[in-house]
């Protein structure tokens, strides 16, 4: 291993390390001043996503300025449905929002799968080269990709929803070809993670964003195999799994090929522990809105976590960081992190 | 008790009763076309809450059209910040909206609290009594409040929000100021629930609809406190508890007054009771987007939640029901939980 620092690698093997690593999920954004000066000259945040240069450029951006262990590329979940061939538009302040979106089996039907629709992708992969050059071994490169439940939800729903009602009522109307869909998307996403690996992220972390709104029993059926079949496929370097609000599926990652587990702010490691057993990475879980706190607080929350957790723990939030969260406040965080010590 | 359907009140006073009494959160509303004929009529949902005759005439409307076991009084969470001397209105398709939010001290001082806030809803004491003349002691009528939380978080954030991240800022910036909202609201709940008590509720259920996104600390310290006030100090009727998405919280609901806890889709009966313990009557937990789906499939969900809780249950859903919801499907759930025995 040629990376200057590789504790996120050596934490997800399970060896012993001196200190947590830290990340934030959304480091790369509007919390950074240099990420709101390069997104006020472009058109939004679309064409970021799609120019390789930029999105490396905003994706180091973090790891210059707040010095956390880890980079994650500069991207969107949304991009495996376009690959796939459903258009989506991002509407500033509302979202993502599909202009059409699936309605019948002859869509689905028509949608491209697996390594096809991998292959429209070129930006992402490029991006991830240049990431590479640009971050010269300091840190490792973590990809990421939308869990499939999550990609089906926004492409049934149409846009961001509280209930996604569309989407679950196509689960409860259309089991067969739900299933259909979930597992061209699954397809989509083994074959996007392994070209992203092949242009050299050295993670890759899975999001399942709205997990929480799926009953144990859909999860156990709409989720779960999708999530083994990713798990099995997807080989060469460790994955986290990011189930936000999936408590009640704790028990069952336990058996999934994923190293690590995301934990939102609502799971204590305690009970985390109790339901996964002993054998994964916990990932988490400070409340965002912690950062909004004081320095005392912040720091005394911090070293809490972390005294917590106990070894094999990523440090991160429970949830990408909020826009609105002061920079000095999530330096305070990464800062305290790195001055704790397991021995 | 000279009600004719006492079932909801025996089972939530833990007698052993012939099979589980049934109502559904928001049964009163857009699932009945006699609600939406009446609505279309008026002005705004505001006008409706606040006209008695008209609430008590939409409150009875489930009970003629669907047969369930309880009404409940139509009404809505916001009356109190509004008697409190914080105005909202209602936006439609967007949901409430709060023109001025709670930000600083001397906004808190100047809210009106307690029985001074509780006079102010004379139109709610009118909606019920005038409910329990047309109800005529069919079933019993359930009169309900907003959580402390829940309320606080709209007062600050100033209306619906998937974070509701300010504030949660506000707990962590303001915890001395944050108690003392909190405890006006629960001083002007209780007595809100006093003269709803008074004018003729049998049971009264609390909300707590943003529960879920506190953490487990947040909960026990700005939560717990108030809840326990309310359930300690308001009494005379059976008490509900609902709140959403709180599974971590639940070993804590164990030691307040409230005879019924009830479900989201997410906590199966078995992790409630061990959670929970012995003692308390569930009311849930059906997904609400299963009522989406054909009639066998609705019939075997809504056994099969009978058969899993057991006795001491009260069938409800794990959230209100969604207003796209077709009429048919809802009348097959409620008809197959009625023709459900435990003997």
């Not at 200057?4 to 390390?17: A, C, F, I, P, S």
């Not at 979202?95 to 491209?112: H, M, S, V």
């Not at 917590?308 to 965080?333: A, C, M, Q, R, W």
Request: glycine fraction near 8%; hydrophobic fraction near 40%.
């Amino acid at each position: 291993m040629s990376l200057q620092n590789d504790l996120l690698l050596r934490t997800l093997k399970g060896e012993e390390v001196e200190r947590p690593p830290v990340w934030l999920m959304r480091q790369a954004g509007r919390i950074l001043p240099q990420y709101r000066e390069l997104r006020g000259k472009l058109s939004g945040f679309i064409e970021l996503v799609q120019t390789p240069d930029l999105a490396a450029e905003v994706t180091i951006q973090p790891v210059d300025e707040l010095g956390v262990d880890a980079a994650i590329i500069f991207s969107d979940i949304l991009v495996i449905p376009e690959a796939m061939g459903l258009h989506y538009e991002l509407i500033e302040k509302v979202g993502p929002r599909f202009p059409t979106t699936i309605k019948t089996a002859q869509q689905i039907e028509e949608l491209i799968e697996g390594a096809d629709a991998a292959s429209h992708l070129s930006y992402v992969y490029d991006a991830v080269s240049a990431t590479k050059k640009g971050l010269n071994d300091r840190v490792p490169l973590i990809g990421f990709a939308g869990a499939p439940w999550t990609l089906f939800a926004y492409m049934i729903e149409g846009g961001g929803s509280k209930t996604f009602s569309q989407a679950k009522k196509f689960l409860y109307q259309n089991p067969k070809l739900s299933h259909q869909l979930l597992s061209k998307i699954t397809t989509s996403v083994i074959e996007y993670l392994k070209l992203k690996i092949n242009a050299g992220v050295n993670v890759v972390q899975l999001f399942d964003s709205w997990a929480d709104l799926l009953t144990p029993e859909l999860y156990s059926e709409f989720c779960i195999p999708y999530l083994k079949r990713i798990g099995d496929e997807v080989t060469g370097v460790p994955k986290i799994l990011f189930a936000k609000g999936a408590w009640f599926a704790l028990a069952q990652f336990q058996d999934l090929n994923y190293e690590g587990i995301g934990l939102d702010w609502k799971t204590s490691p305690k009970v985390a522990r109790e339901h996964v057993g002993e054998n994964k990475i916990f990932q988490g879980n400070l409340d965002p809105c912690m950062l909004y706190a004081d320095a005392a607080r912040i720091e005394h929350a911090a070293k809490n976590m972390v005294a917590e957790f106990g070894s094999s723990h990523i440090v991160n939030l429970g949830h990408g960081v909020y826009p609105d969260t002061p920079l000095e406040n999530v330096k305070t965080f990464v800062n305290t992190i790195k001055s704790q010590s397991y021995t």
